[in-house]
């Protein structure tokens, strides 16, 4: 979809602290394919350009295109979450971010503070150009989608960085840094809007519609009320999330596909439980959703630079104790847990050795090199084993970055989870309703009873509020691998409940060092043990709770001091 990029140099332009006004240009690409539909380059006045669902069309495309870049994947936001917490590491690169160690010029921190103030930019230009108070169903859908639009990023800027600066108009520069509530409150206000004004069904599955504000609106105050415990604010998460749930089913609304593995077929992107998708296409060159994510297909080796997504084994395992010893259909369907995969490549032929998971980990210090299921003859070994996310997998890419697995935001299974968690920290524990929630997505799970791990729950599993939480939150781990949520939820608890993560992952990897091959502290292995194993003392988590502010934002914003740093940087 970012085939178009260098008609929006103009947005890509603008420096994220100081958005100078445009006038709004009409790029004519559709929301739903990037297709040119009609040549409109010109300046046009508000009641021109929506004047018809087809222009308006054309300008909303520019908003995809520009609020959206391929940057916020590729480079941003999913490797930098994926990579910087305790559930997952990346084989080559981004050690700063796999140590929790980044500085504030750590370019994947600048680059992503840099495109969610690209696609703010866009979206503010668009919401200049709307009427205030809208009337025909255009302005109305217009004004809305780029208010949903600013608000998404704001909640991105939000969960890594707290409060930031506020920039809502064009004319907008060096604006101070807003606090966290601050920042959240114009969350919130942007998504009331956009619930009020966009459209219950859209001409594209590509466009969020009502539903989709309204589950933004929950997760924002999902995000909000774990960082602050304010009852109030779960009680608007859960009523948000209600909104969407009673919709479930309705054209207007959304539901959990019947099988888990069609949320990556590439026949069934845009699909019913996808609330917020954005659509990438085979293109050479880069512009597509990047092999960073697609490591293996069949028969393919890893390419990038930037080497593997790898899911420590301890996750692994914590799941399968849950389920009783089994691997459950999403993990069997996102991950390549059931064929561990050797590196480096043998013979030179990018194919790769398996073995299946669960393995003894004793036996890999036994593998050879020209033969790696044979004994036994360690020094031969050089390589390592791993559980990759194999959920973004094109079948047939176009070199490193060509595949066209589109990238899901938010879908339906995180609207009932949720509310889940909503109904148990107003109750004090889980309730029925919650109990429900979490049994739907427990469900579909199996596959619709074909497997019969994750099973069901029932009060009587838990006992209390912290149990069902940490139930809640090993689900969300495993339904949302790779998809950015997983940094969130080690953090938006506070210190005490991040510390208890990091002394976990921190048992659980020494166990595995013990159990693993000894490569030494020079070996593959050995040095991404030294990077894992992370302090516990307040000043270390205090500080990785939040990304620092990039350098260049505090050096360039004249509204900015080195007080208004996070802590710790």
Known sequence: MNKYNDMITQFTQLTFYSLKRLFVVVLLISAASCELDEEVYSFRDSESVFASEGSTDALLGSL?????????????????????????????????????????SESRVQNTW?????????????????????????EKNARGLALFTRAGHYLMLARLWGGVPLVLNPEDENMPRSTRDETFEQ????????????????????????????????????????????VSRWEKARDWAKIVIDAEGSGEGYRLLNDFA?????????????IMEIGFTRAAGGASFPIWWSIFGDGQ???SQNGGTVINYHLADSLMSIYNGEIDYRMKTQTSINQIYYWPMIGGDNTAAKMSYPLNKADLRNAKSDNPLGLPDATKYTGNTHILVTKYRDPAPLGNNGHENNAILMRYSEVLL????AECELNGGPNATAIDYLNRVLTRARKNESFTEPANVSLGNFNGLLDFRARLLMERANEFIGEHHAWMDERRFGIEHFRKRVEWHNTQFQREKLASWTAGPSGNFGRRIRNQLFPTNDAFLTKNLLWPIPENEINNNTSLTFSDQNPGY
Do not use: C
């Open 64 to 104: 995809t295109t520009a609020g959206y870049s391929k940057y916020w994947y590729y480079q941003s936001v999913f490797p930098a979450t994926t990579a910087h917490h305790s559930l997952f590491y990346t084989r080559r690169n981004n050690y700063s971010l796999n140590k929790m160690t980044i500085t504030p």
């Open 114 to 138: 840099r495109e969610m103030y690209t696609g703010i930019a866009t979206a503010n230009i668009i919401i200049s150009t709307t009427p205030q108070n809208p009337e025909t169903e255009n």
């Open 187 to 230: 969350i919130v206000e942007d998504l009331e809007f956009a619930f009020d004004y966009l459209a219950p069904l859209q001409n594209s599955p590509a466009k969020p519609k009502k539903m989709a504000a309204a589950a933004y609106l929950a997760a924002a105050y999902h995000h909000w009320a774990s960082l602050t415990n304010d």
């Open 262 to 274: 069609h949320l990556w077929d590439l026949a069934h992107e845009f699909s019913d439980e996808s």
């Open 301 to 303: 080796a890893a390419k």
């Open 418 to 421: 949720i509310a889940a968690e």
